[in-house]
């Protein structure tokens, strides 16, 4: 069976080994006039002021422009007093309105973090193993989002992120490659973890094990991240 197209993000699965398991997140502010929705498992940039925000596709082409700036983590939820409904309320993703201050939010960003993330478009394949990739983000979100489209989806609150892989403008454009400014690393891909004795080929039996169809599944961890020793700061 050809693999079935559902993002997810960069879902947090644990860490390389060696490095300490501490799962520890890290507490950031969103502005309040940030109108865009942010949602679990989106990378994530910092801003000159302070704030984070959801980040932009980040590809090679993205790089080459000085359009991409360093994933600083990967959002994992928010809470904030809500107007509606007079409460505190901790939430998967921001929805983009309703907090009566700065909402709170945590993030992942330790070096060594794995993430499992779906491919674009045309699948990552065995031999990309330890090259560096881009992502594939898109504002705002959707009900019902378009395969490969990028947006996040609000009934799930889920992020709509993927590995960007070969695919016709604007929905992606380059394989994975060996540009340091990439923002992630691919260290395996998801069959190795559930086809026995053949992760290069993979199997049918696992939505995102199938590598030779599109939309596979890859573990990356980060290649550039706020927190990566000798990264420049903002």
């Not at 890290?26 to 109108?35: E, H, P, Q, S």
């Not at 400014?181 to 993979?202: T, W």
Request: charged fraction near 15%; aromatic fraction near 8%.
């Amino acid at each position: 069976m050809a693999n079935v197209a559902a993002a997810f993000g960069f879902r947090h699965i644990g860490f390389l080994e060696g490095y300490a398991p501490t799962y520890g997140m890290r507490r950031r502010k969103i502005a309040l006039g940030n109108t865009n929705p942010i949602f679990k498992n989106d990378p994530i940039v910092a801003l000159s002021s302070g704030y984070i925000a959801q980040a932009s596709t980040n590809t090679l082409a993205d790089i080459a422009a000085g359009a991409a700036p360093t994933v600083s983590g990967i959002f994992q939820g928010c809470e904030y007093l809500s107007i509606s409904q007079g409460r505190k309320v901790r939430s998967n993703y921001w929805p983009g309105s309703d907090a009566s201050a700065d909402p709170d939010c945590f993030i992942i960003e330790q070096p060594g973090s794995l993430f499992l993330a779906a491919a674009n478009g045309t699948p990552v394949t065995f031999a990309q193993i330890d090259l560096n990739c881009g992502m594939f983000i898109a504002t705002g979100g959707s009900a019902a989002p378009a395969v490969g489209g990028g947006p996040g989806h609000p009934p799930h609150r889920g992020s709509g992120g993927r590995i960007d892989t070969p695919r016709p403008p604007p929905r992606g454009s380059g394989a994975p490659a060996t540009g340091a400014a990439l923002p992630f690393r691919i260290i395996k891909l998801y069959s190795e973890d559930v086809v026995q004795g053949a992760p290069n080929l993979g199997g049918t039996s696992f939505n995102g094990a199938d590598n030779s169809t599109n939309f596979n599944w890859a573990i990356v961890t980060f290649n550039l991240s706020s927190l990566r020793r000798g990264a420049l700061g903002i």
